[in-house]
């Protein structure tokens, strides 16, 4: 079984900074792509940054610039450093891999969310 587990959301006041860590757990053989999406109250689920196996990087324009991802392939971990927060960054995050796992091949796997409060 795979799980993807994020932590670090929290209240944080416009200007601040947070670092999401998601780590990846089971019988996980390779990681390909990470990523972070979010989605907001009322909105769809948005790209926010993807970070390939060979440390490639995507992000979307709102936050290109502020937000920076990286990947411990050691630890099987992702991080979204998010820097100058703006309360339109308010959103529960979700943390993205697409793996390979024991008996179960490629596929696509989610975690649970983690929320960014950000006050003005």
């Known amino acids: 079984q795979v799980q993807l587990v994020e932590s670090g959301g929290a209240l944080v006041q416009a200007g601040g900074s947070l670092r999401l860590p998601c780590a990846a757990s089971?019988?996980?053989?390779?990681?390909?792509?990470m990523g972070w999406y979010r989605q907001a109250p009322g909105k769809q689920r948005e790209l926010v940054a993807t970070c390939t196996s060979g440390g490639s990087t995507n992000y979307a324009g709102s936050v290109k610039g502020r937000f920076t991802i990286s990947r411990d392939s050691a630890k099987n971990t992702v991080y979204l450093q998010m820097n100058s927060l703006k309360p339109e960054d308010t959103a529960v995050y979700y943390c993205?891999?697409?793996?390979?796992?024991?008996?179960?091949?490629?596929?696509?796997?989610w975690g649970q969310g983690t929320q960014v409060t950000v006050s003005s």
């Open positions: 993205t891999a697409r793996l390979l796992a024991l008996r179960r091949g490629i596929d696509d796997y």
């Open positions: 089971g019988s996980i053989l390779s990681i390909g792509t």
